[in-house]
């Protein structure tokens, strides 16, 4: 099959991986200042895969569709440095606060408003959050069908997708008919490095709010070269009910947070035996303290 | 998660130089490419802004992946199988990396696929490479070649094997033999012209790194019946005829994930480059050139990695109830340490600053007719560039054999031992003084600039008249005492008028220039930022005590002392 327009959904992250003191505010929650803005690590894996695809199915596309403030537009620039074909950036005031729920709904309205499709790839889950929502209830919101977990598309012809999916025990080969949504595990291939070329190439590419903000040498450049535009959608660009966006649209409420702190409680003894040693090891191995 | 570049604040001090606005605008034509190729830059800002970013991606390939890879590779080391080379797994996993980033033919023109980045950020990024491994450089480094194909090759080879070599295939250059190592007037390997007028190769070739390469330059008597370098031209040999078997991979000390090869030509299809009988004479001596300047970066590379992990090591290790880097004897070898690796990187990319003026008015000068003015710059540049590359190799790959010594000493037995990445640095730093000609071979170029005046021209009418901040005046005042003791050897060396004795003392001489203007690099740097001061006063006390040494040597050393030095 030839020319699949894959979309895939990424997100602007905090770097929950380094986590230093003042990681978290007084009041539980997460100090997004302290800590660096990042490509959400599975959202990688999903765009690698949509890659994947381009690269075996010459003519398709490849969109990245991130919701987020001003700055998400990096996710965008990102994307296209590693040979997305272009984005999409839904920005506006009115998404702020949204749960799963409500960007779901926003990111449907998105897809909508961008047009036909025949693929929507995104990461598992976002390490801020870790729900791992958000993809199923756009397939849902879309009304198409999804395929969770997937590592690696083994086949896609005569508008069928084949994907191996990594389950906790084991592997599961599925098929579902297009046009579909995937979500991405994070042992799914590594996203490829940055292409030197296309970053030179990208490397101004900007958002109509960014070139307005900033002291722009190049202005002429975003007439000349059409592709260094990259899209922002608002609220009035998609077909949307108001009271189902941000807050509003938000049933999930915070109600308390807690600080966890781990002691250990359990104890354990071994003999000098090679059966005890090696049962250990097998153990830390298994829950990945070794190895 | 580590980036090899963005915490490497010396690379871009150095990127910064007052001279790159001459040297970027020189490469880039003024900046004419922007309508034909959407990734050229469109003014100077934009351009050191792309070899930042260029950079920052070297910086990151190598920290994530080609140094976590080093030690694997250096265990695993590449094999024969079926008379070609089969890289080690994380040799193979760093090229797949540095390819899909589009890291390959960096220098290129971009008519031929390349990025057309000035010599400055490539050897920066050679310098970051050699720092996560040092072996793996030399496979990476070896896209040089194409720069030799790229100055002599006719229209029709560049377009065909520069694109490739954009596109990720790798190169050697096939000089050395068992009887022709550095002196290669004496290569055998036997090119014939067939009655079609294409040539074939007939031979064995020796210690080839990446032997198995997909594009060889290639070394070859092309004239019967000749005994001296006149007889050699420079081939193209492709790997896709599969007319050359690797026989064997040399075991080694170091860089063991670089395959050095034996190599068996056997009727192989080449193409010449260039006329005949310029294969030495001229291309080995650009290649070489080329290839010297990379084993400066190397040595820098490789310093800075064994500087790294000494000092992480002195701040960790406790022993008498404190950290070890508080005992002097341990911070005054840091402390030189540091000073020696500021002092020969700015040397390297002093020197490229040079090569890459010359390199590309040359080139120019081949497009269009200079003017007088650009004649005289070109000239001045090469006439640097030809003492500035040897001086560097020499002093750069000593310094870097010491800086990796010391990083075991300050290690103590720990550092003995395969545990540490130290261990690997010290057998890696090993041949950097050797390939691509010894110290002792880059002592006998480099002592030109010693006897034509040409550094002594250098230091004092460049080096020693720069504008400096008064607190650096002390440091001057030291190097210009120095520089008078040097120009007194000189002149006494030189008085004696025989050979032999200038050869004997020519590794002093050298160095004691190198020493004078690594100073001088360091006060300069120094007048841009105060970070590199205490850098400058170390290596300054340091230089000024060995050329003193260097000296008094000198001054005893007579040249009827000479017969006491030989042995039958």
Not at chain 2, 53 to 78: K, M
Not at chain 2, 399 to 419: E, P, R, T, V, W
């Amino acid at each position: 099959m030839n020319g699949l327009k894959i979309i895939v959904l990424a997100k602007q992250v905090p770097d929950t991986r380094n986590v230093g003191k003042d990681a978290m505010k007084e009041d539980g929650t997460v100090n997004r200042a302290a800590l660096p803005a990042i490509f959400n690590p599975e959202d990688l894996n999903a765009l690698e895969l949509a890659l994947r695809i381009k690269d075996f199915h010459p003519g398709s596309t490849v969109a990245l569709l991130t919701m987020g403030p001003a700055r998400a537009a990096d996710i965008i620039r990102e994307g296209l440095f590693r040979g997305a074909d272009n984005g999409y950036l839904l920005s506006d005031r009115a998404f702020a606060g949204s749960d799963t729920l409500a960007t779901s709904y926003a990111l449907s309205c998105a897809i909508r408003a961008i047009g036909e499709f025949d693929l929507i790839v995104c990461g598992r889950q976002a390490i801020d959050g870790d729900t791992a929502q958000v993809g199923p209830q756009v397939a849902e919101k879309l009304g198409i069908p999804q395929i969770t977990y997937a590592e690696e598309v083994l086949k896609i012809e005569k508008s069928k997708i084949r994907v191996k999916r990594r389950l906790e025990r084991g592997v599961e080969v599925v098929e579902g008919p297009l046009p579909l949504l995937v979500t991405v595990n994070g042992s799914a291939p590594d996203c490829r490095p940055r292409n030197v070329k296309l970053m030179m190439k990208y490397k101004h590419a900007k958002t109509v709010s960014e070139t307005q903000n900033a002291a722009e040498d190049y202005m002429a450049l975003f007439n000349e070269r059409p592709y260094l535009n990259i899209t922002e959608m608002g609220v009035k660009d998609i077909d949307a009910k108001t009271e189902d966006l941000g807050l509003s649209g938000s049933p999930t409420k915070v109600k308390k947070i807690e600080n966890v702190v781990f002691q250990a409680k359990e104890s354990k003894r071994l003999t000098a035996s090679d059966f005890d040693i090696q049962g250990l090891m097998v153990e830390l191995i298994a829950n990945h303290t070794l190895g | 998660m580590a980036n090899f570049y963005t915490d490497n604040r010396d690379l871009k001090f150095h990127l910064t130089h007052p001279l790159m606005k001459r040297i970027v605008e020189l490469r880039e034509k003024n900046f004419t490419e922007k309508d034909r190729f959407d990734f050229a830059p469109l003014d100077y800002e934009d351009a050191i802004d792309s070899y930042d970013r260029v950079l920052e991606v070297i910086g990151e390939i190598c920290g994530d992946t080609v140094a976590p890879n080093a030690e694997s590779v250096d265990a695993e080391g590449p094999q024969v199988v079926d008379g070609h080379v089969a890289y080690a797994r994380g040799t193979q996993q760093n090229l797949d990396a540095l390819r899909k980033a589009n890291l390959m033919g960096i220098t290129l023109p971009r008519e031929y696929g390349g990025l057309n980045l000035s010599v400055i950020p490539y050897t920066m990024a050679a310098d970051i490479v050699s720092r996560a491994d040092a072996g793996f450089v030399n496979i990476w480094g070896l896209q040089d070649c194409a720069e030799t194909i790229n100055e002599f090759a006719d229209a029709d080879q560049k377009r065909r094997f520069l694109t490739r070599v954009s596109a990720g295939e790798t190169c050697a250059m096939d000089l050395t033999e068992p009887d022709a190592g550095s002196d290669l007037q004496a290569v055998q390997l036997k090119a014939t012209q067939k009655p079609d007028g294409s040539w074939v190769l007939n031979g064995v070739k020796r210690f080839i790194t990446n032997g198995d390469g997909n594009i060889s330059l290639v070394l070859a008597r092309s004239e019967d019946g000749t005994s001296d370098g006149r007889g050699l031209s420079m081939f193209i040999y492709d790997r896709t005829h599969n007319a050359v078997k690797v026989r064997r991979i040399e075991h080694k000390l170091g860089i063991i994930g670089s395959p050095t090869c034996e190599l068996v030509f056997k009727d192989a299809p080449a193409e010449l480059v260039g006329a005949r009988k310029l294969g030495l004479i001229k291309y080995v001596m650009a290649l070489m050139n080329g290839a010297r300047l990379g084993i400066g970066a190397q040595s820098v590379g490789v310093s800075e990695a064994a500087y790294r992990e000494a000092l992480a090591y002195a701040k960790d290790r406790r022993q008498f109830g404190k950290a070890i880097i508080q005992f002097p004897a341990v911070y005054e070898m840091l402390a030189n340490m540091k000073a020696k690796l500021d002092a020969s990187r700015s040397l390297l990319y002093e020197t490229c600053r040079f090569v890459d003026i010359y390199k590309t008015m040359d080139k120019i000068s081949q497009e269009r007719t200079p003017t007088p003015d650009e004649r005289n710059e070109m000239k001045y540049y090469q006439r640097l560039a030809d003492i500035f590359t040897p001086l560097l190799k020499g002093m750069a790959s000593e310094y870097c054999n010491q800086l990796a010594y010391d990083a075991i000493q300050i290690h103590g037995g720990s550092g003995f031992m395969k545990d540490y990445p130290v261990e690997r640095i010290y057998r890696d730093a090993r041949i950097t003084s050797i390939y691509e000609g010894t110290t002792q071979l880059q002592v006998v170029a480099a002592i030109r600039g010693v006897t034509t005046g040409a550094f002594l021209k250098q230091i004092r009418e460049v080096y020693e008249v720069a504008e400096i901040r008064p607190e650096l005046q002390n440091f001057r005042r030291t190097l210009q005492e120095m520089t008078a003791e040097y120009e007194e050897c000189v002149a006494g060396v030189t008085a004696v008028k025989n050979s032999e004795f200038l050869d004997f003392h020519a590794r002093r001489l050298v160095e004691m220039a190198g020493n004078i203007i690594m100073g001088y690099l360091l006060i300069w740097d120094s007048q841009r930022d105060e970070h590199y001061t205490k850098s400058a006063g170390i290596f300054i006390k340091h230089a000024e005590a060995d050329n003193r040494h260097k000296k008094h040597y000198i001054e005893s050393v007579g040249l009827e002392d000479l017969g006491f030095f030989k042995y039958e």
